[in-house]
């Protein structure tokens, strides 16, 4: 893809107006869209999503973590961590753990095979990230987060 904008992009563009802000947005869009397939498909080789990572992440670095505060720490509703766990469990990455203290209350942990799957996926996660970045300059980069920041700062103020 020569154009960053992408094809699709390009013809909604042609529709509604080609200003050069809303070829940024759509540039960005399209940019996201690609790097999240490229991470996504690195992470269904072991049957996970960007959320079951960050979950399992989550859960490994507070052992006992209770699914409301993996909510909170995720910034994700209680049904969306109810169906990570599912799934986690399920690969046998997880196990829900009872409090001996208050058997309705629920703790998380990583299993052996989820510390494992951190250890060997963190590096290759992080090496695609950077393949990702390779080529684009320290000060560029400071100028892409920093035109990111206000970007959604002002999705932030519309949607309120």
């Known amino acids: 893809m020569s154009e960053p904008v992408g094809a699709k992009r390009e013809l909604m563009l042609t529709r509604i107006g080609s200003a050069e ?3 940024l947005v759509m ?7 690609v790097v999240d397939a490229a991470c996504a498909e690195l992470l269904s ?3 996970l999503s960007e959320g079951r990572l960050a979950a399992l992440m989550a859960v490994s670095d507070a052992p006992g973590v209770t ?3 993996l909510a909170d720490r995720l910034v994700v509703t209680r049904a969306t961590v109810t169906g990570l766990m599912d799934g986690l469990e399920r690969l046998a990455l997880i196990k ?3 409090d001996p203290a208050d058997r309705r209350s629920l703790g998380l942990r990583a299993t052996a095979k989820g510390e494992d799957l951190i250890n060997d996926l963190a590096p290759l996660y992080a090496t695609r990230l950077e393949q990702v970045a390779d ?4 000060d560029h980069r400071d100028v892409a987060l920093g035109v990111m920041s206000v970007m959604q700062r002002n999705v932030m103020q519309v949607a309120s």
């Open 67 to 69: 699914p409301a505060q």
């Open 96 to 98: 829900r753990i009872s």
């Open 45 to 47: 080789r072991h049957e």
């Open 27 to 33: 540039a960005l869009l399209t940019t996201a869209r």
């Open 21 to 23: 802000p809303m070829r």
């Open 135 to 138: 080529g684009i300059a320290p």
